[in-house]
């Protein structure tokens, strides 16, 4: 089975950037396609990010393209998040998701089968 942890959350200031990170255990982390999605209080649960088992594609969330990157290191079991010119409205739970071979349909969390439990992304104006 599976588990992720999400790590690196915290309080930045509006401009700032902060790395979250996925750790994936208890299977090979190529196996997986992985996302990034965030929940704000009230608010659905949205896509941020994903990225392809090895790499080989990503896509973004239409309000941080240009300011987020997402990677991954598969010999170190890890996805990362690079979150610059933070603002605000990025102010949510952080969520890492994964599935097996591929994830269908990639922006939804339908798509996905295990959960990280999240981390919290503070910004301040």
């Known amino acids: 089975q599976v588990q992720l942890v999400e790590s690196g959350g915290g309080l930045v200031q509006a401009g700032g950037s902060l790395r979250l990170f996925c750790t994936v255990s208890?299977?090979?982390?190529?196996?997986?396609?992985v996302a990034w999605f965030r929940q704000a209080p009230g608010k659905e649960r949205e896509i941020v990010a994903s990225?392809?088992?090895?790499?080989?594609?990503?896509d973004y969330g239409d309000s941080v393209k240009g300011r987020f990157t997402v990677s991954r290191d598969n010999a170190k079991s890890t996805v990362y998040l690079q979150m610059n010119y933070l603002k605000p409205e990025d102010m949510a739970v952080y969520y890492c998701?994964?599935?097996?071979?591929?994830?269908?349909?990639?922006?939804?969390?339908?798509?996905?089968?295990?959960w990280g439990q999240g981390t919290q992304v503070t910004v301040s104006s």
């Open positions: 998701a994964a599935e097996p071979w591929g994830a269908t349909p990639y922006y939804l969390p339908s798509g996905y089968t295990y």
């Open positions: 208890g299977d090979i982390a190529s196996k997986y396609h």
């Open positions: 990225i392809w088992r090895n790499s080989e594609n990503t």
